[in-house]
Every structure is written in structure tokens, then in C-alpha cells.
């Protein structure tokens, strides 16, 4: 007899989990800058999400709003993409902070980050040699 499957059909085996206020509208924010799919949604009260999941190339991201007693926490995400600069310019565009335009440092990678409105930091880097 076949074992049933321990995660859902092409599902990362670790995927972040974002806790934090405005959730439908990070999940706006994540289709515009990074051409998420949408995956499950689980509406909750008032507007609210209660679980949400998007697929950003083969990674699934998980998120929510907060809750009494699930406060939101800030986080740091890094996504590799094809074109950083255009992916920074995709999230300034689309209302998030600045916090380091894409530079070339001592690594492989040139890097950016910005800040969506609910407060996560997102790293976007592509290899550069």
C-alpha cells in the first residue's frame, strides 16, 4: 500500500512563515513585485487572512495576519531573481521603503533590499559573477 505524501505535491520542505498586520495586502505586494501565484487563501475576520500561501519561483511562502497572542514580528526574506534591479524597481514602484539600492559588494551577487508596508525586509539579489 502506497504511503500518502507527508507535504503537498511540489511544496518546499521549509517555507517561511510571515506573521504580520495587512496580509492581503503583502499578498498584493508579492504578485506585483515577484509575480507570485496565489496558492491557498484562508479568509478570516474582518477582512483579514488567517492563512494565506504563494508560490515565488519554486519556493512556497506562507503568511497570515496577526492574532491576539500571535503578535506580527518582523522579518528578513532573501530571494534570488533573474534581474535585482528590475525587481527593485518593481517594489519601489509598488510603495515599498527603500533600504539599499542593488550594489555589487564582495561576493557573487548584487544585492538589494526594500521594506513592504508590512514591515518585512526583502533581500533580492541576483548573480552577477
Known sequence: ????????????SV?????????????DFLVKVFDAERLRI???????LRHAEV?????????ADSLEGW????????????????TYRRAIE???T???????????DKRGGFRDAGGTTWWVGTQVA
Open 42 to 48: 484562508v479568509p478570516g475576520d474582518n477582512g483579514r
Open 94 to 96: 509598488a510603495g515599498a
Open 15 to 27: 517555507a517561511p512563515y510571515l506573521v504580520i498586520d495587512g496580509a492581503a495586502a503583502t499578498l
Open 55 to 63: 508560490r515565488i519561483d519554486d519556493t512556497v511562502l506562507m503568511l
Open 71 to 86: 503578535g506580527a514580528v518582523p522579518a528578513h526574506v532573501h530571494i534570488y531573481v533573474p534581474d535585482v534591479d528590475e
Open 1 to 12: 500500500m502506497p504511503h500518502p505524501a507527508y507535504k503537498p505535491q511540489q511544496y518546499t
Open 98 to 108: 527603500a533600504v539599499q539600492e542593488p550594489v555589487k559588494k564582495d561576493d557573487e
